[in-house]
C-alpha cells in the first residue's frame, strides 16, 4: 500500500493505473477508521484494482470548533485498517495541500438536500462537505466512489455534486454497519462515556418502533410525535429531528403507503456527542 501527503504524489501513484486501463476506487473518510470505513473499503476492492482510501479531517465541514478539536485521530491504526481492507493508496494531504491558506469555502445551494435537517442543524456543513469532496474528486479521477448511507443526507448531496460536476463518475451507496446492540458505528462513539453509550441505543430503538409502525400500516406521525415527547423527558439525550423522509429528495413523506425511498432518520446529541442514524422503512 502506499502513502501520500500531496496531489502530486497521488496523481503519480494513479497514474500507471489509469493508462492500463484499471477501475480506480475511491473512498473518502476523515480517518479513526472502524468496521463501517472497512466495509466501504472491502466493496471498493470487490470492483476496483486501484482502491484510494483517503484520510483528512476536514476542517470546514465542522460547524462546532469543539468537535473538530476533539476529533478522535489513530493514523497508524488507520493505516493497518485501510490496508487489511483492501486499500491500495491511503491519501492523507495536509489542511495546506487541499485549501492553501484559504479555508473560505462557497455556499452550496441544492435545494432541501443541504437546507434541511443536517444542513439546517448544522449551518455551513454540507458548504465544507462539498468544497473539499469536489477537491478529493478532482485529485483522484476514480471511477467509483463509495459512501456509505450512515451519512444518508451527506450520499444524496455527493450524487447531485457528481451528477452536476462530475459525469461518468459513480456514486456507490454502502450499507450502514451497526455495533451488535444496534448502535450505528461512528467515529464519535468513542467519546461517549459508558451511561451515554448505553443510552444512544434509544436511537435504534427508535427508528425499529417507526419501521413496525410504517410496517403494521399505522399512524407514523403520530409515533413521531410521542417519540419526540418522550424525548423531551430524556435525561442526557437531546432530540436535535427525527422524521420520515423520501431518500431522493430529503421532502418529508407524505401520508401515501410507505415505498423503498422512505427512511426514517435521527439526529440526537447524547451525553455531549452528536450521532445521526437511519433505516429503510419499507421491508426488505
Ligand atoms: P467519516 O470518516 O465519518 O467522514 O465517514 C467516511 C465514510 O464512511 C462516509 O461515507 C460514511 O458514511 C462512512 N461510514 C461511517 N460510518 C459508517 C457506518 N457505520 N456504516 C457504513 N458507512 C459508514
Known amino acids: 500500500m502506499n502513502t501520500c501527503t500531496t496531489i502530486e504524489e497521488l496523481k503519480s501513484t494513479i497514474h500507471a493505473s489509469k493508462t492500463k486501463g484499471k477501475r480506480v476506487g475511491f473512498v473518502p473518510t476523515m480517518g479513526a477508521l472502524h468496521p463501517g470505513h472497512a466495509s466501504l473499503i472491502e466493496l471498493a476492492a470487490q470492483t476496483c484494482e486501484k482502491v484510494v482510501v483517503s484520510i483528512f479531517v476536514n476542517p470546514t465541514q465542522f460547524n462546532n470548533r469543539e468537535d473538530f478539536e476533539t476529533y478522535p485521530l489513530t493514523m497508524d491504526k488507520d493505516l493497518e485498517v485501510a490496508q487489511h481492507a483492501g486499500a491500495t493508496v491511503v491519501f492523507a494531504p495536509h489542511v495546506e495541500e487541499l485549501y492553501g491558506g484559504d479555508l473560505a469555502v462557497a455556499p452550496v445551494d441544492y435545494g432541501r438536500l443541504t437546507s434541511a435537517y443536517e444542513g439546517q442543524k448544522r449551518p455551513g456543513h454540507f458548504d465544507g462537505v462539498v468544497a473539499v469532496v469536489r477537491k478529493l474528486f ?146 426488505s
Request: charged fraction near 25%; hydrophobic fraction near 45%.
Open 138 to 283: 478532482s485529485a483522484v479521477e476514480a471511477d467509483a466512489a463509495f459512501f456509505g448511507e450512515k451519512d444518508l443526507q451527506q450520499l444524496a448531496v455527493i450524487r447531485r455534486l457528481a451528477e452536476e460536476e462530475f459525469a461518468g463518475l459513480e456514486i456507490v451507496g454502502c450499507p450502514l454497519i451497526r455495533e451488535s446492540d444496534g448502535l450505528a458505528m461512528s467515529s464519535r462513539n468513542v467519546r461517549l462515556v459508558r451511561e451515554s453509550r448505553q443510552a444512544a441505543l434509544v436511537l435504534h430503538s427508535w427508528l425499529n418502533r417507526i419501521k413496525k409502525e410504517a410496517g403494521d400500516q399505522g399512524d407514523v406521525q403520530t409515533l413521531l410525535r410521542v417519540i419526540e415527547f418522550e424525548a423531551a423527558e430524556m435525561e442526557g439525550v437531546e432530540l436535535e429531528y427525527i422524521d420520515v423522509v423520501n431518500v431522493a429528495s430529503f421532502e418529508p413523506w407524505n401520508d401515501g403507503p410507505i415505498g423503498p425511498e422512505a427512511f426514517a432518520i435521527v439526529a440526537a446529541e447524547v451525553g455531549g456527542v452528536r450521532l445521526i442514524d437511519n433505516c429503510a422503512l419499507a421491508c
